[in-house]
């Protein structure tokens, strides 16, 4: 099943019907009194291919729907890293070889990264700038405009800026894509993220 329109709130104890999981956590939960999904990450889990690191991860919890056309798709995560590279975020994903995410992830140690990684043909690449490791929450949105995808960030909802602009080789303009929330943690257990919402929209933004 394809979808184009989808909000989730997370306001009920039920997930969205056109929703489900790849690598499911062992603990994630819909917490209606606070509207949000909290997934509550298990150690060891990335998404990363060869690229400088040599190794690869396809095991992190990705929540998703079958996304077709041209699409917006826009969360709100709040979060607090434990370890390096705790990470939560929106994903696009076609195949193990053949995706992208955007995130910010955590670096005790200095500033934490808000960035895109984009993999084709099985070779990840990784684009980010420096945030305060205080920062809280961060909106994330990627646009799917044909093969192409625009990802973008805010702090308030309101302003966007552009991380990203990239080309998934595998896409076929229009068939459908995994698209989602997803979190993970390559060091260790330990990091929650939650997420206020998903919102899927058809079409495409107007010239900003």
Not at 1 to 18: G, N, Y
Not at 34 to 45: K, S
Request: hydrophobic share 40%.
């Amino acid at each position: 099943m394809t979808v184009v329109a989808l909000h989730e709130s997370f306001a009920t104890a039920e997930l969205h019907p056109q929703l489900r999981w790849f690598c499911e956590p062992a603990r994630w939960s819909i917490v209606p009194a606070r509207r949000c999904l909290r997934v509550e990450t298990e150690g060891g889990t990335d998404y990363w291919q060869k690229t400088h690191y040599g190794f690869s991860a396809d095991n992190g919890h990705f929540l998703f729907a079958e996304c077709n056309g041209d699409f917006i798709a826009t969360t709100l995560v709040a979060f607090q890293g434990v370890h390096q590279y705790d990470q939560a975020g929106l994903m696009v994903r076609i195949s193990p070889s053949c995706w992208l995410k955007t995130s910010v992830e955590y670096e005790p140690h200095g500033p934490s990264r808000l960035g895109a990684v984009v993999t084709n043909a099985g070779y990840s690449d990784w684009s980010t700038q420096d945030i305060p490791s205080d920062v809280g929450q961060m909106w994330l949105r990627i646009r799917r405009e044909e093969s192409d995808y625009f990802v973008e960030a805010s702090r308030d909802g309101a302003s966007w800026s552009q991380l990203r602009v990239a080309h998934l080789h595998e896409d076929r303009a229009g068939a459908a894509v995994a698209c989602g929330p997803y979190a993970c943690s390559p060091k260790a257990a330990g990091f929650a993220a939650e997420f206020a919402f998903l919102t899927v929209a058809a079409g495409r933004i107007a010239a900003e």
